[in-house]
């Protein structure tokens, strides 16, 4: 018998689990599905999913426990979106605005990119900046110190960030035919261009597993 392997949870609408709220990025889909908070039309394999509720407020998408098999290859794509958890603007006690993603299973190559509309800092390239952090919480801002514990569980990284200009014409991935595709579905699904963004992408290898990897913004006054 295997154990079931969590992908991601979901704050519920209307909970006090977190301030933010997950959603399935096509508005049309059930939230009470699993298969909501995926992309089928990117998926390939044979393998079922499973919506829990661990905690009061909180859905968290699983694997079931015998799907897929040990040695199956399968590609999972996940799409949702995200209200109410980001600033567009600095305020007390807030200069930066970041985004993370944590590497769960070990990786040759890890790409991260961030795609940012253009009514977003309309006027202002954004600051950014990557590091590792094995602690639990993203490291601090790349213009600011961070204290002594925060220090010792933080990594300098060693790649590359490209800046991805209106368009995003050129965000193709080898090892991802199919991506341009895909990012072109997602901003279609919450009503938007993909014409109207630009970007960033960080490229790192071999990074650490259970680290975070953390863009940092420098949010504008208001």
């Avoid at 709220?21 to 079922?48: H, K, Q």
């Avoid at 993603?101 to 890890?110: E, G, T, Y």
């Avoid at 072109?184 to 261009?193: D, I």
Wanted: proline content about 10%; some cysteine; aromatic content about 8%.
């Amino acid at each position: 018998d295997g154990t079931p392997v969590s992908l991601f949870s979901v704050a519920e609408s209307g909970s006090n689990a977190a301030p933010s709220v997950m959603s399935p990025i096509d508005p049309t889909r059930e939230p009470d599905d699993a298969w909501a908070y995926m992309l089928p039309e990117f998926c390939e394999g044979n393998f079922g999913l499973e919506l829990h509720r661990p905690s009061v407020g909180r859905r968290q998408v699983v694997l079931p426990r015998d799907e897929p098999g040990l040695l199956e290859r399968v590609t999972l794509v996940s799409g949702q979106a995200i209200s109410g958890g980001f600033q567009r603007t600095a305020c007390e006690g807030q200069t930066h605005e970041w985004y993370e993603a944590l590497v769960k299973v070990p990786a040759r190559r890890v790409v991260l990119d961030v795609f940012v509309h253009r009514d977003v800092f309309p006027n202002v390239q954004p600051t950014v900046g990557a590091r590792l952090a094995t602690g639990g919480i993203p490291p601090a801002p790349p213009t600011l110190s961070p204290d002594a514990i925060e220090a010792a569980d933080t990594l300098r990284v060693s790649g590359e960030i490209r800046h991805l200009p209106y368009g995003l014409e050129d965000i193709g991935l080898s090892e991802i035919p199919d991506y341009g595709d895909l990012a072109r579905f997602a901003a279609e699904m919450r009503g938007f261009q993909l014409s109207d963004f630009r970007g960033s992408r960080l490229t790192v290898d071999h990074p650490p597993v259970m680290s975070s990897i953390a863009f940092w913004f420098e949010l504008p006054n208001a």
